[in-house]
């Protein structure tokens, strides 16, 4: 597998030209929320990879932090943001979040968002290292599917142009270095080019990477390694948010058990059924990092279990009706048993690095949700806060977009790649297997602690997947060619970062250096990674 700017090779004179003003790739909350604001104005398309509602947005459980709590303030959001974030969030981006939040939420109600309320009052519940009541929920817990279907409805109600089953390869530009579209797979599986005067990356995480996994399917992180090959700066890959308490019982898909669900009173046992979380400051909602090392420690030696027999029953299933019904199916009813529950991998902190009005380095391309990076995060992503900075980060992006005029690009503008050396055509690639072994090794070795061992021992396996890899033109080969290279990007920047912080916690430097309080920038074509004071 060779480090060329496209993925596969595609020739300009065969291939279907579609023109946008605007192109979204991704159907999440900030895709969505991008493309209501933006539609005002031009003509939008979004693509995304599976059906419209297919995101980690969907799938968000416990909510949306916000300051709009009467005994809240957005200095308050702000102060625990920066704490949790370990000594390395961007300021700048964190009080643009605290600040334009609660007016990002109004229009998020307005919009016809439905969050649950009390007396007719938002109901404001608390998670992990919130020092406030500010997280608004819906449903129970069913935050983002409500959000989802409020911003589809909009969506669908408008000139916004949705094409779904698209799959993005990789984007196209010009002589001069510029976006001018992307090169994707249609729901036909052709290839086709859409060009446009902006294109908005908002394709959400990676969580597939990793063998156990809070995140759907479709989070193979393809709009970050297909910014990568363009040529942008990628930050902060090293910083993986592992979320403490997935459903863990063998055979059964990992699934969300909500922080939501500690905030309102769930402790943690341990295969002795005793809490081993009291003696730790902050206990059950200490930060995620901590809580999911301290289950991690416990695992050793049994299963960990979330208890809810803390809160009142009835509240219980009303409260969490989605966990409750999820974990009968397993045959667990959580409000008289404990749930079996694990780390797994939940969010990434890092991503294609954009400034606070989601430009990347390259022109003409923008992201902005889990995919991009400003820094808002840190090392370590407050509970609750992604949701809020997909809403925030695609305000700031139409504010930048609506000031600037551009013309639609031209065909003949294009860098076409044809020059690839031709793949052995008799050779298949074992998706199936390697997909299997780099997610585990992703798990083993570079997942909630790591050491200097398994971080070159992960490396050179990667690097020996590579070398069986071959590209062709469909979805599972072109996302693991993805997941491969992401897969070396975090280890090479989690190798590098010889300290502990936040997601990112290495058993030989375990403590935070004050010298390493800095963001890690990685492009394709360098060989090490370099450094930005924050
Ligand atoms: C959860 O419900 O625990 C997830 C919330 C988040 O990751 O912000």
């Known amino acids: 597998m060779q480090d060329n700017e496209y993925l596969i090779p595609w020739d300009?004179?065969?291939?279907?030209?579609?023109?946008?003003?605007?192109?979204?790739?991704g159907s999440g909350i900030a895709g969505l929320f991008t493309a209501i604001n933006l539609s005002e104005k031009y003509?939008?398309?979004?693509?995304?990879?599976?059906?419209?509602?297919?995101?980690?947005?969907?799938?968000?459980?416990?909510?949306?932090?916000?300051?709009?709590?009467?005994?809240?303030?957005?200095?308050?959001h702000y102060g625990d943001t920066i704490k949790a974030g370990g000594g390395l969030c961007n300021i700048d981006a964190v009080k643009i979040l605290a600040e334009k939040g609660p007016n990002c939420v109004r229009k998020l109600i307005?919009?016809?968002?439905?969050?649950?309320?009390?007396?007719?009052?938002?109901?404001?519940?608390?998670?992990?290292?919130?020092?406030?009541?500010?997280?608004?929920?819906a449903k129970g817990d069913a935050t983002g599917g409500e959000i989802e279907r409020a911003l589809v409805e909009k969506v669908r109600n408008s000139s916004v142009q949705v094409k779904e089953n698209y799959f993005v390869i990789d984007f196209i530009k010009n002589n001069d270095n510029e976006v001018i579209g992307a090169l994707v797979l249609d729901n036909n599986c052709k290839m086709e080019a859409w060009l446009s005067k902006t294109v908005i990356i908002a394709t959400g995480?990676?969580?597939?990477?990793?063998?156990h996994t809070t995140n759907p399917a479709v989070t193979t992180g393809d709009g970050i390694v297909a910014a990568y090959r363009a040529g942008?700066?990628?930050?902060?890959m090293e910083f993986i948010q592992f979320h403490p308490t997935a459903l863990l019982i063998p055979g059964v898909p990992s699934f969300l058990i909500s922080e939501a669900a500690r905030g309102e009173g769930a402790k943690l046992l341990n295969s002795q059924g005793k809490r081993f979380m009291e003696s730790i400051p902050g206990q059950e909602l200490a930060a995620r990092d901590v809580v999911a090392?301290?289950?991690?420690?416990?695992?050793?030696?049994?299963?960990?279990?979330?208890?809810?027999s803390y809160i009142n029953s009835q509240k219980v299933q009303e409260r969490f009706p989605k966990i409750y019904k999820t974990c009968l199916q397993y045959g667990?009813?959580?409000?008289?048993?404990?749930?079996?529950?694990?780390?797994?991998?939940?969010?990434?902190?890092?991503?294609?690095?954009?400034d606070n009005s989601g430009q990347t380095s390259l022109v003409n391309l923008y992201a902005c949700g889990e995919c991009a990076c400003n820094g808002v995060h840190g090392a370590n992503r407050l509970a609750s806060n992604s949701l809020l900075d997909g809403l925030v980060f695609a305000e700031m992006i139409t504010e930048k977009i609506k000031?600037?005029?551009?013309?639609?690009?031209?065909?003949?503008?294009?860098?076409?790649?044809?020059?690839?050396?031709?793949?052995?055509?008799?050779?298949?690639?074992?998706?199936?297997?390697?997909?299997?072994?780099?997610?585990?090794?992703?798990?083993?070795?570079?997942?909630?602690?790591?050491?200097?061992?398994?971080l070159s021992d992960a490396y050179a396996r990667i690097e020996r997947l590579k070398e069986v890899y071959v590209p062709r033109v469909k979805i599972p080969e072109l996302e693991l060619g993805n997941m491969l290279t992401l897969g070396s990007i975090i280890v090479k920047s989690a190798f590098e970062r010889q300290e502990s912080r936040g997601g990112h916690y290495r058993s030989d430097y375990p403590e935070p250096l004050e010298d390493w309080r800095k963001h890690s920038v990685y492009k394709k074509g360098e060989k090490n990674v370099s450094y930005v004071a924050i």
């Open 110 to 137: 307005e919009l016809g968002t439905q969050f649950d309320r009390h007396d007719d009052m938002l109901d404001f519940t608390t998670e992990g290292a919130h020092s406030r009541k500010r997280v608004l929920r």
């Open 332 to 354: 667990i009813d959580i409000s008289t048993t404990p749930v079996p529950v694990g780390p797994a991998a939940h969010y990434i902190m890092g991503g294609v690095k954009v």
């Open 293 to 308: 090392r301290a289950i991690w420690e416990q695992m050793k030696t049994g299963t960990v279990y979330l208890d809810f």
């Open 43 to 76: 003509e939008v398309t979004i693509l995304t990879k599976k059906n419209i509602m297919e995101s980690n947005t969907e799938h968000a459980q416990g909510g949306i932090a916000v300051a709009l709590n009467l005994e809240d303030s957005p200095e308050s």
């Open 205 to 211: 995480g990676l969580g597939q990477l990793y063998k």
């Open 232 to 236: 942008a700066e990628l930050m902060d």
């Open 403 to 454: 000031q600037e005029t551009r013309p639609l690009p031209r065909w003949g503008d294009a860098k076409s790649f044809t020059n690839h050396v031709k793949s052995n055509k008799r050779y298949k690639t074992d998706v199936e297997r390697i997909r299997a072994e780099l997610r585990e090794i992703m798990w083993d070795r570079v997942g909630i602690i790591r050491n200097t061992e398994g």
């Open 12 to 25: 300009k004179n065969s291939i279907d030209v579609k023109y946008t003003e605007v192109l979204i790739l």
